[in-house]
């Protein structure tokens, strides 16, 4: 290998073809074909990424975090009657998981029974759960 055949990895070396100027009338591109045609470079290659990519549907959160869901009959199972419920304490009895190494958002659904009061802290809760939570003697 000697200098004059290494080549620039740099695109600005390339010529730039089919602008008119001092090439003449097909600037070097031929006279017919698919690449003497204007606009025959091909589609630009993040258009492809972007068509692949799939539509996403449906409700998605304002914040883009889904919340961690806990049923009222899994508080149930996993608590004593007068226990705090946070998602520090949901972490520790299994019913959610870290996310990232951050705790997430924790939603309390009113699946099930209820019959412990419970203290409720740093958790949205759904309509049909505070009723359940409240009959029960629970607090937020």
Not at 32 to 51: M, V
Not at 76 to 101: H, M, Q, Y
Not at 102 to 130: D, M, Q, R, Y
């Amino acid at each position: 290998m000697q200098l004059h055949d290494l080549k620039s990895k740099d695109k600005k070396d390339k010529k730039r073809v089919g602008r008119g100027g001092a090439r003449g009338t097909y600037c070097g591109r031929g006279v017919k074909g698919q690449k003497a045609r204007a606009g025959s470079g091909g589609e630009p290659i993040i258009r492809r990424f972007i068509k692949r990519y799939p539509k996403l549907r449906g409700y998605r959160t304002k914040d883009g975090k889904k919340s961690a869901v806990v049923n009222v009959v899994n508080l149930e199972n996993a608590f004593d009657d007068g226990d705090e419920v946070t998602p520090e304490s949901l972490v520790r009895k299994g019913l959610i998981r870290r996310r990232d190494g951050k705790l997430p958002p924790v939603k309390i659904l009113g699946e099930g029974k209820l019959e412990k009061s419970l203290t409720i802290k740093n958790c949205k809760v759904s309509k049909t759960a505070k009723e359940k939570i409240k009959k029960a003697g629970g607090d937020f």
